[in-house]
Nanobody, 123 residues
Framework: QVQLVESGGGLVQAGGSLRLSCTASVRTFGNYAMGWFRQAPEKAREFVAAIDRWSSGTTYYSDSVKGRFTIARDNAKSTVYLDMISLKPEDTAIYYC???????????????WGQGTQVTVSS
C-alpha cells in the first residue's frame, strides 16, 4: 500500500512562489514514478508534472506550467517536490501528489493518490 502526504500549500499573491512536498510511505521510493495533478473548482483534475523513477531525471510538464514549475525528487527522503514560481490566479486549485510504477501510469492518472493540498493565488 502506498501512502502519500502532501504539504506546502497556502495563500500567495500573484507572481509569488510556493513549494509543495509529497512524502511517500513505501519500501523503495525510487521504484516509483511521481507526479502532481491539480483540480480547480468545477473543473476536471488535470496533469501538472511528473518525474521518472530513480535518478533518471526525466521530467514532464503540462504546457500551462512549463517554465514556471519544477518537479524534483529526493529518493533518500522519499519525497517529491513541486517548486512553483510566477504563480497566477488560474493556478488556484487543490494539488494532488500521484505515484505509480511507471511514469505512463502516473501521467494517465492510474496510480496512487494523496489527499491534496490547497493552493490559492490571489490577484
Amino acid at each position: 500500500q502506498v501512502q502519500l502526504v502532501e504539504s506546502g500549500g497556502g495563500l500567495v499573491q500573484a507572481g509569488g512562489s510556493l513549494r509543495l512536498s509529497c512524502t511517500a510511505s513505501v519500501r523503495t521510493f525510487g521504484n516509483y514514478a511521481m507526479g502532481w495533478f491539480r483540480q480547480a473548482p468545477e473543473k476536471a483534475r488535470e496533469f501538472v508534472a511528473a518525474i521518472d523513477r530513480w535518478s533518471s531525471g526525466t521530467t514532464y510538464y503540462s504546457d500551462s506550467v512549463k517554465g514556471r514549475f519544477t518537479i524534483a525528487r529526493d529518493n533518500a527522503k522519499s519525497t517529491v517536490y513541486l517548486d512553483m514560481i510566477s504563480l497566477k490566479p488560474e493556478d488556484t486549485a487543490i494539488y494532488y501528489c500521484a505515484a505509480g510504477g511507471l511514469v505512463a501510469v502516473v501521467r494517465s492518472a492510474q496510480g496512487y493518490w494523496g489527499q491534496g493540498t490547497q493552493v490559492t493565488v490571489s490577484s
